[in-house]
């Protein structure tokens, strides 16, 4: 088990081996926001926003997330929120 988690946890969750992001990095706010954004082929009108958790978005497999419900028909914003 990882040092990030208490004994009896799950653990960290990693992507599939080799697994590549299909959204794009944006920023906002002359670039203090920055946005990971996973789009479908087809505009759809579906838009969900996710949150990652306290160890941001490059953990585990979050923009993995993002991407299979861009797949589904969903354009999926992810904020980083916590910097540092």
Request: hydrophobic share 30%.
């Amino acid at each position: 088990m990882g040092e990030c988690c208490p004994p009896g946890s799950h653990g960290p969750v990693e992507p599939q081996a080799g697994y590549i992001p299909k959204g794009r990095i944006e920023t906002l706010d002359d670039g203090k926001v920055e946005l990971y954004v996973s789009e479908p082929g087809e505009r759809t009108g579906k838009a969900i926003l996710v949150l990652h958790d306290i160890f941001g978005p490059d953990s585990g497999r979050t923009k993995q997330i993002c991407d299979i419900y861009a797949e589904n028909g969903f354009v999926t914003v992810l904020p980083t929120l916590l910097k540092g």
